[in-house]
């Protein structure tokens, strides 16, 4: 058999650790969704500088009339988004978002371990082995789920976000005043309606055709074996 | 099946596992493998060095049995 680097015990350990946190993280998710917590009135975040289109921009979340308003400025203040009574939209977000994260968070969570269990077996010298095939495949077909998952989570968020602006938010250009039109369906991004643009959907495609390659190695060990 | 009569080679010879093991440089393992009719092929390197140490002919190892007569 020929020698293991250390490579693979490396990689070993990445996963279980990056396993490990994207656990963590989907529990705290878990937590949060299950408590659903409140901001406290009176709180207040910003004005914070942020890379707003590869402009220098602000967001702020400030208290209001017992409730919130948030304003985010781009190109020196030229472009204003402003939402009175932002109380709505941080429960939108947190009603639309944390789900859409807790899925991020549990898919790298099952990925990472895939992943850790794939480089035990290829540190083992067991590459070529049914369990390793079938690992890979679990992978392909976990980025190829996940692409079309993610794709529709994000046009639900987007849509919500969207139709939220539309009704709540005002946009100001140079001092002209305009409101955003609400989105009239779903819009999925990635692709149009189709994951196809997610890097996750063709990784999977990869993937599965690489786990065809491990299929044939191991129809060629087989046959290897017992030949002495 | 072909069926491999190394152990009556081996007796005829009077050579043990251990030694002819060490004379054609193959584990112990594999050895037992092909003694034991467990292999599924043989390479012809194993079959050239297993005639030379047992100076012998491949026939003299090899044996074709009838898949009825083997399972007897």
Redesign the interface.
Known sequence: MASVSVLPKIFRWVFTVLAGLAALVAVVLCILVVLNPHLPPGTHFGPATVDLMGQPGTVSLLPAQGDFDFTAQAFRGTITLFVGQAGDLIELLKHYGLPMVLVDAIFFATLFELLRRLFRNVGRGDSFSARTVRLVQMVGGLLIAFSFLSSFAEGLFAHAVFGYFANHAVITISGSELHLPAPRYVMFPRGGGFPLGSPFFFSGLLVLALSEVFRQGLALKSEN???? | MIKLNLDRVMLDRKISLTELAERIDITLANLSILKTNKARAIRFSTLDALCRALQCQPGDILQFVAASEGEQ
């Open positions: 074996e017992l030949t002495i």
